[in-house]
């Protein structure tokens, strides 16, 4: 694995600052080792076989047997990078940056990308690599109807806004479309209205306020190995 190329001194630096952190701390020995070969598993099987996010993964797959297939799939836009997943926050210098002032206070949530394979990025990056726009994608589950949905996070640029890049992750996101043959979604997007399986827990949440009649869906994280999440918006 090549996570760090250039600054190996931040896998260290991580793991530091998630030394006083209970939950993380053995979570982050768990990743390094993998990272390093010196366990039986590599990020790929914890991404993909750690009970936990199974648990997901099929609540994912139950409606399409397919879906998974076409997440994992070498075409399917978007990036499951370890080094891109990890480096989303340094290369930023955003609250996710491992070399910050705050610890691990917002970082701890980046296992929650390099090691759960329901999230994947949507990146526009230089010619060394350094992601200049970015949008994390998760593949989720609609609350009424219990159907796969790829939620994107808020676009967040680098160095500033870029017409330009944010019609490259649009692109991205319209092929990722075309590719899932399921819904991109943001935050507070409208979807169309489908049957509630409250058979198998589905279900939505009504309210009536201000003059307004909304019928809510949550967008669900099932399960996953990681502690933490973090989201730009939430639905």
Same mark, same amino acid.
């Given at each position: ?74 075409? +399917? ?17 955003? +609250? ?91 935050? +507070? ?47």
């Amino acid at each position: 694995h090549v996570v760090a190329d250039g600054n190996p001194e931040l896998l260290f630096r991580y793991y530091e600052d998630n030394l006083g952190d209970v939950e993380m701390a053995p979570f982050v020995r768990r990743w390094l080792r993998a990272i390093f070969g010196v366990s039986a598993e590599s990020t790929q099987d914890i991404r993909r076989r750690d009970p936990a996010n199974v648990v997901h993964l099929n609540a994912v797959n139950a409606a399409d047997p397919d879906v998974l297939r076409r997440w994992y799939d070498p075409a +399917c836009p978007g990036t499951s990078s370890t080094k891109t997943l990890f480096m989303v926050g340094e290369d930023a210098g955003s +609250c996710l940056r491992i070399i910050s002032t705050m610890g691990n206070r917002f970082n701890r949530a980046l296992l929650g990308y390099t090691l759960q394979s329901h999230v994947r990025a949507l990146v526009v990056t230089d010619s060394l690599r350094r992601v200049l726009a970015r949008s994390l994608i998760r593949l989720l589950v609609r609350s009424d109807t219990l159907e796969p949905v790829i939620y994107c996070d808020a676009l967040f640029f680098t160095s500033g806004f870029s017409p330009e890049r944010l019609r490259q992750i649009q692109d991205q996101a319209e092929k990722l479309q075309a590719h899932m043959q399921i819904p991109v979604v943001h935050a +507070c997007s409208t979807l169309p209205a489908g049957p509630v399986r409250a058979d198998a827990g589905g279900y939505v949440r009504e309210v009536q306020l201000l003059g307004y009649h909304v019928y809510w869906v949550d967008l669900l994280e099932v399960d996953g190995v990681s502690p933490y999440t973090y989201a730009e918006d939430l639905p």
